[in-house]
């Protein structure tokens, strides 16, 4: 995949990208926010370190629960797939005091969950009230 970065890379100018309107985390954990983004850094994650290297899921679910300390984690589906890796990624983090799966499961058994999932038509209904 190197090569093909470095072939995306110069065929795909740092000129032709863009700041974020709303703040994105990228695969290691590091925000990209409209006034702080770099054509050129964006280009070469995007290009080539999202092309060759993992993407650490916990990592962005970490910073996202640490750096911006939301009221609830909204899953977009299909379904509810990526749940249990949220709750992965926030018990791991030690997130609220979360140590294990039987905290996570009290916490999402409350009448507002923490992690809503669209797939779930119950849970949809608390998002949008219908």
Do not use: C
């Not at 090569?3 to 890379?9: K, L, P, T, Y």
């Not at 609220?96 to 009290?106: I, T």
């Amino acid at each position: 995949m190197q090569q093909a970065a470095a072939e995306a890379q110069q065929n795909w100018p740092a000129s032709l990208f863009k700041a974020p309107h709303t703040p994105l985390i990228d695969g290691r954990g590091q925000i990209w926010s409209r006034s702080v983004a770099d054509q050129q850094a964006l280009q070469r994650y995007t290009l080539g370190h999202q092309v060759t290297q993992t993407y650490d899921f916990t990592q962005a679910i970490t910073t996202a629960l640490k750096e911006f300390a939301p009221d609830h984690i909204i899953l977009l589906g299909p379904g509810s797939g990526l749940g249990g890796a949220v709750a992965q990624a926030m018990i791991a983090s030690g997130w609220q005091d979360l140590r294990d799966k039987d905290d996570f499961s009290a916490r999402q058994s409350q009448p507002l969950p923490y992690v809503l999932s669209m797939g779930m038509p119950e849970q949809r209904a608390l998002v949008t009230g219908r």
